[in-house]
């Protein structure tokens, strides 16, 4: 009886520990919005809200142009996915469209992909089309060929219809700080900032050259939905801070992640 109950103990804390790494190599918390990508020659953002349960599915026009990330230039939606990883690519839509995606829909890790899948026959699902609401703007390219990009008010689109709620309900302010010395950056980072569903209030400068990215915010909201969102978005460390607001530094890390 000794070997089976030690045949059995193997088995039992086996699985315990499959089921503890499937749980913390997971990337959505829950509680805010789940957003993944399809790629391909066509490629459709899916989007919902647990709070809501609602959900859209945007396919992004074939000539729209994408600002990809690490310093690789522009390429069209329907070229890029070929022209990288998926990470890079993930990455790039991301950098472009100011919206925070956790990953592609078909490498999703266990546990989301089974979320994933058991949300989706909750959800009730919209398709938006991107060139009927107004959130494009065409130009033609040195050879001709006639592209778009997308306008201004399609970042308003993303921080009113595809925040978060259980954050944007919060009304927490931001204030970001480029230590870098690359103009843009916090511009740039405050797409993604708003499309959370926080407030960005202020984008300033400094001369600390952070290597990383930190959170600043006080202590007793250092768990706070808002705060862990944003290290993880930016994969930022957590530093102490007395103020109401929270404060978001950009280092080197977020420079080289967009730029190469």
């Given at each position: ?68 990330v ?29 919206l ?15 979320l ?28 001709g ?53 926080l ?32 290290i ?29």
């Amino acid at each position: 009886m000794t070997w089976k109950i030690l045949v059995i103990s193997i088995l039992f804390l086996g699985i315990l520990g499959g089921g503890w790494w499937y749980w913390k190599t997971k990337l959505w918390n829950g509680r805010t919005r789940f957003t993944v990508v399809s790629l391909g020659d066509e490629i459709k953002i899916k989007s919902f809200d647990p709070t809501t349960a609602l959900g859209v599915e945007i396919v992004l026009p074939s000539k729209l142009i994408i600002s990809s990330v690490a310093g690789r230039g522009e390429w069209r939606a329907d070229k890029i996915s070929q022209a990288g990883k998926s990470g890079w690519v993930v990455d790039s839509l991301v950098n472009t469209l100011g919206l925070r995606i956790l990953s592609e829909e078909n490498r999703l890790p266990l546990i989301d992909k089974i979320l994933w899948q058991w949300w989706n026959r909750k959800v009730v699902w919209k398709q938006v089309d991107v060139s009927l609401l107004g959130y494009l703007i065409s130009e033609t390219t040195s050879d001709g060929e006639k592209v778009y990009r997308l306008s201004g008010a399609w970042d308003k689109y993303v921080s009113d219809s595809l925040s978060s709620v259980v954050i944007a309900k919060n009304g927490m302010n931001v204030i970001i700080v480029n230590t870098t010395g690359e103009v843009g950056l916090g511009a740039s980072a405050s797409r993604l900032v708003e499309s959370m569903g926080l407030r960005v209030i202020e984008i300033n400068s400094s001369e600390n050259h952070l290597e990383k990215c930190t959170v600043n915010s006080r202590k007793e909201i250092k768990n706070s939905i808002e705060v862990v969102s944003l290290i993880s978005a930016f994969g930022c460390e957590w530093k102490e801070d007395t103020g109401d607001n929270l404060r978001l530094e950009l280092g080197e890390s977020y420079r080289k992640w967009r730029d190469g």
